[in-house]
């Protein structure tokens, strides 16, 4: 997309940006009524409008009589029904989610299915073809798909690390540059623009579009599960930070004195919240689940040692979300992963170490919340991610813009994602 | 400013936008020449530019003898040199500071003021209207002025809490909704609009903008003076959080059973580095200061306990950076205050802890600076923040964009406000 960047490229961009969110909000209007409302010239008009009915993005209806006038037929354009499809493909770590939306943004399809871990990407990347194929009873078509988000496990924006040294050994992640090459395959593969961002970080946006933050624009995710992540959606965007290392909530220190994390440091949040972190204290205390399903289970079912492994670790969260409430001043928190499911025997906790050390003006306005989305958060957020960089299809808001309308919101067709109680461990982060 | 939030302002702005950004790239230009290149239609760009021309920003050059086509003189568009002054104004614990810059983002001038604390606001006010008048020799006109950009101490943008308990208590603050009323006050005494924000946060901005922070578009701010502060610009642009609450690095917890801080919290980072919990450690160690001046001049003199406080409280600021620095990922960490005074004798403890603490892959990128902008930080935040909100000044990057240029930016005016030894303590956060 680079050749895309030009400030002529940009300019254009915000005139289609401009006729499509007209046609989005007004409906089918004539080339004079986006004339009037646009401001734009005939010739520019005219040139914008060519390019997104050869797009496919812009249909011209057939002339009503009633907007005849002096006996010459007025032409109507309107958005395409069928074109705008967004594609999500979360690749979590023993799993691919799929999802996509069609230009109303309703909810065409998703599907999933696990692999062995390790699995090559080529076969990664067929799988996720094979499913994106079963998607809208297998009538989808990939011409009219405006882009493709997808989520990747570890760091994505990095620049490639040479030279020996710890900084150069990327521990359990992916390696550096892996993302790059990713969305070049996938862009091959499909033929569409594909984006590209860690696949926790997309859930944090998914969660803001479409979950339990939907509507704020400031939100703090962390995600629970065999890894611990997060991401920070700012403004109603995702934030990358400056090098595609933000939303490591996992390694932030708890205990300096702590014990090594995978990551390579000491005492990180991972090491004590982690799903195999609870599980080892939690059988360290005497307590037996065969998983962690076994182990939140446990724990509403009365089990006092799963609960006080929860408060333990729901004590140490809350540190960690008040430190990074301090610096940021999130609207919601949102946590998520399979340990969530132990709803309030961790948030309880969670909360009562946030409120009391978040900074005492701010405790009043504290929102924490239980994810909403589940395993299909991070092939959502892909689609979110390409709802932001698509003039076709961004009613996602720009910047200064509030937040979009709760009816043009896809969320009655998302319910068939809320969490439910899983058998198997999930993949990611 | 609300009423310029609708949808059609923002197109109105974005066309301004447009013309403005144009005739600053390619100096003056006729009607003709603005419509080929901005698309915009005859009728539209005539009330844009008549709009510029009639507020001040732009005016008519009279015709060049070369411009004249088939003997008809055509009028070149250019910005008006006289125009867009930009004000900024920090209003400090105990002092004022002012400065000004005009359309081409060169410093006017800048002016300061101590003031006994606890100054009523109207004799604050009164005092800021004295020193804008100083500026530039007393020549300056209030009527160009695009807007003023105000730094407060305290949170801003904060909802007035109503209601006893002690979240209602704002402790060492302003009380919340100041902001708003001082806002109100201002553009009442100076007939322009004015944007109000936290002066440490602003400080941030202008570090990010002009400062040590140059060319950077995530920043992390910490200030450690009389109370300990921080801010985030995220994009490019100042973060303020959902509350108005971000930046409060200073109540991040750094000893849960630490001492009771000021804001109501407990062990918080501000109640072992601030100035005055630095000079208390000092002094409790045997060392002797008369203020903090003496107590960064006696440790760059060699006096191994200074030395060994500043190391006790680098390591407990590198924690708290780390943390932020995982959550957030910037690309530039840049410390301020009375205490960076003391040079690496800080900084070097801080780096250690920040790059023992922060995620392996991220620690050859760290970049951590001292602050370059000294007292007038929380000033020319100001005016950065009324460039980011006026389109008649907004050479400051819109969020796609590439960051300004060197040669547009004062950088060479600022030379002045670099930091410089002071033997009165400074006032602010």
Redesign the interface.
């Known amino acids: 997309m680079h050749q895309h960047?030009g400030p002529l490229a940009?300019?254009r961009q915000?005139?289609e940006t401009?006729v499509l969110d007209l046609l989005r909000r007004h409906g089918p209007l004539t080339r004079a009524g986006l004339?009037t409302h646009?401001?734009?010239?005939?010739?520019?008009l005219y040139d914008i409008v060519g390019g997104l009915v050869t797009a496919g993005a812009v249909v011209t209806a057939p002339p009503e009589a009633t907007a005849r006038r002096r006996g010459r037929p007025v032409e109507t354009l309107s958005l395409n029904p069928a074109a705008g499809l967004a594609i999500g493909i979360d690749f979590a770590r023993r799993a691919v989610h799929v999802a996509a939306v069609n230009v109303a943004h309703e909810v065409v399809g998703s599907a999933s299915e696990q692999h062995p871990a390790g699995l090559s990407w080529d076969r990664r990347i067929a799988l996720a073809r094979r499913l994106v194929g079963t998607l809208a009873g297998g009538s989808l078509r990939l011409d009219p798909v405006t882009g493709i988000g997808a989520g990747l496990v570890g760091?994505v924006g990095?620049p490639a690390?040479g030279g020996p040294g710890?900084?150069a050994?990327?521990?359990p992640?992916e390696a550096?540059g892996t993302a790059e090459a990713v969305r070049d395959r996938l862009a091959e593969a499909f033929g569409v623009p594909v984006h590209v961002d860690n696949n926790t970080r997309l859930a944090a946006l998914a969660e803001s579009v479409w979950g339990a933050a939907t509507g704020?624009?400031?939100v703090l995710y962390l995600r629970l599960s065999h890894g611990v992540g997060?991401g920070?959606v700012?403004?109603g965007?995702l934030?990358?930070?400056?090098?595609?290392?933000?939303?490591?909530?996992g390694?932030?220190?708890v205990d300096?004195a702590g014990g090594p994390c995978d990551?390579?440091?000491r005492g990180c949040l991972e090491t004590v919240a982690s799903v195999g972190a609870v599980l080892d204290a939690y059988r360290a205390a005497g307590g037996r689940a065969a998983d962690i399903a076994g182990f939140t289970a446990a724990a509403r079912d009365g089990d006092a040692v799963a609960a006080g492994v929860l408060r333990a670790v729901g004590s140490q969260v809350g540190?960690?979300l008040?430190?990074?409430c301090?610096?940021?001043?999130?609207?919601?928190v949102v946590v998520g992963g399979e340990l969530a499911e132990a709803g309030d025997l961790l948030l309880g906790p969670v909360r009562e170490t946030l409120s009391?050390?978040v900074?005492?003006?701010?405790?009043?306005?504290l929102d924490l919340r239980r994810a909403a989305l589940g395993e299909y958060g991070g092939a959502l957020g892909g689609i979110a991610l390409v709802l932001h960089a698509s003039p076709l299809l961004a009613h996602y808001p720009a910047?200064?813009e509030p937040g979009p309308r709760p009816q043009e919101r896809p969320g009655a067709r998302l319910q068939d994602h809320q969490p439910h109680d899983r058998t198997e461990p999930e993949e990611s982060p």
């Not at 930070?241 to 939303?247: F, M, Q, T, V, W």
């Not at 900074?359 to 306005?365: D, I, N, T, V």
């Open positions: 960047d940009r300019l915000g005139h401009l004339g646009t401001g734009l010239s005939r010739t520019t760091p990095l690390l710890p900084a050994d990327p521990g992640w550096a704020s624009r400031d997060g920070l700012v403004g965007a934030h990358g930070g400056a090098h595609g290392l933000s939303g490591e909530l390694h932030i220190t300096p990551c390579g440091g540190g960690v008040a430190a990074v301090n610096a940021v001043g999130p609207g919601v009391a050390r900074l005492p003006l701010a405790r009043s306005l910047r200064p």
